[in-house]
């Protein structure tokens, strides 16, 4: 794991080298010709006048100056959690050449009632002035819950031609609630604002659903569906593999939405990142049951934000060197705030676990932004 950043610059390095300077060595130009042999009487000695044949001056060659390409910017992983009062999930992802790979984006919270803030913040990631340009190449949605969905619904939501950004593919997979396969119901999915804001999106670029469909599942790219899992889907974007590892299955069961969450893994040069989401403990059982050891990867995104999540049995088949905790204060403090219930949450016990596990390198963000190159 590379240092950790403080600023949202990345600088790569430019290496000009100079090539040693070729001089070409003098031309021998005397030649003699055996054909040319003169037989003369012998009378009067005769006297031959040598003459030289001009030489050549050395050439020297102008130095030839090697201009090497600037070596890739590193993949950077930027954690955004910019409201205080709620849990929330962000991720985002600018690979070597500048494509984007977004996880969730938030928000809940007073950020709910507020304009989003995504467009600003990937401007800042990328280096653009305000109202710059710009694509997000995939942009993927773990589950139904507003603290992680609600930033890109607002997004779509306020979404006109003079947005001045793209988002290419919106992947996710959630079960269709309400029905006879998946009768559990949460207040906090918001699934109908999330609907109506996604097809307003698909109005306003153009994008056509499939005729006959009446909800959004192949609104502006491919929806990951529950065979994902089986086939092995995989994606590569720029040089970054995402492997999903899972989506949701009725055999969870339909009481809690957060094990209905994506399980994606990238690779990313030689290390791997194990996203959970709100992964909890039904969901981390079956995906520990699947995988087994082949769940080994560099660094973990902590389960429902370091509480409540998988348990210490999968982190220690995971085996992680770091982990990623999108954590508020009171939440990494299993402090009173906020109305919350005083040392309710189970923060501080994992925080043990991945002490007693060995990790070494704790990426915690309460509030604001981090960045980490890989």
Wanted: aromatic share 8%.
């Amino acid at each position: 794991m590379k240092k950790l950043l403080t600023a949202l610059t990345v600088t790569a390095a430019l290496t000009v080298g100079l090539a040693a300077c070729d001089r070409a060595e003098p031309a021998d130009t005397t030649s003699e010709d055996p054909s040319a042999t003169v037989t003369a009487e012998p009378t009067e000695a005769l006297t031959e006048i040598p003459t030289e044949a001009p030489t050549t001056p050395p050439v020297t060659e102008p130095p030839t100056e090697e201009v090497t390409e600037p070596e890739p910017s590193p993949v950077v992983l930027s954690q955004l959690v910019p409201e205080k009062n709620s849990l929330m999930q962000s991720y985002v992802v600018k690979t070597a050449n500048g494509k984007l790979i977004v996880i969730d984006g938030g928000i809940d919270g007073e950020g709910k009632d507020r304009a989003p803030y995504m467009p600003s913040a990937i401007r800042a990631i990328l280096g653009l002035k305000d109202g710059e340009y710009f694509e997000v190449e995939a942009w993927f949605l773990s589950h139904a819950h507003k603290d992680h969905m609600y930033e890109l619904s607002k997004m779509m939501r306020d979404y006109t031609a003079d947005s001045n950004y793209k988002i290419n593919n919106i992947y996710f997979d959630f079960p269709e609630f309400g029905s006879a396969e998946y009768a559990g119901q949460n207040a906090d999915m918001e699934i109908s604002q999330i609907k109506e804001n996604m097809n307003k999106y698909g109005e306003v670029i153009g994008a056509t659903v499939k005729e006959g469909s009446t909800d959004y599942d192949d609104l502006n790219g491919a929806v990951i569906n529950k065979d994902a899992v089986a086939k092995g889907l995989s994606f590569e974007i720029d040089g970054v593999k995402i492997d999903v590892l899972q989506t949701w299955d009725p055999a969870d069961g339909t009481s809690n939405v957060n094990d209905t969450s994506l399980v994606l893994r990238f690779h990313i040069e030689e290390q791997t990142v194990l996203f959970l989401n709100d992964l909890g403990n039904i969901g981390g059982r079956r995906l520990l049951t699947t995988y087994g050891d082949q769940l080994k990867s560099d660094i973990v995104q902590m389960a429902h934000h370091g509480q409540n999540g998988v348990t210490k049995e999968f982190y220690e088949t995971v085996a992680p060197t770091g982990c990623f905790w999108c954590a508020p204060d009171w939440l990494w403090n299993n402090d009173a705030g906020l109305g919350y219930n005083t040392h309710c949450f189970k923060t501080v016990e994992v925080q043990g676990w991945m002490a007693e596990i060995g990790v070494k390198e704790h990426y915690i963000l309460m509030n604001g932004t981090q960045i980490v190159e890989l």
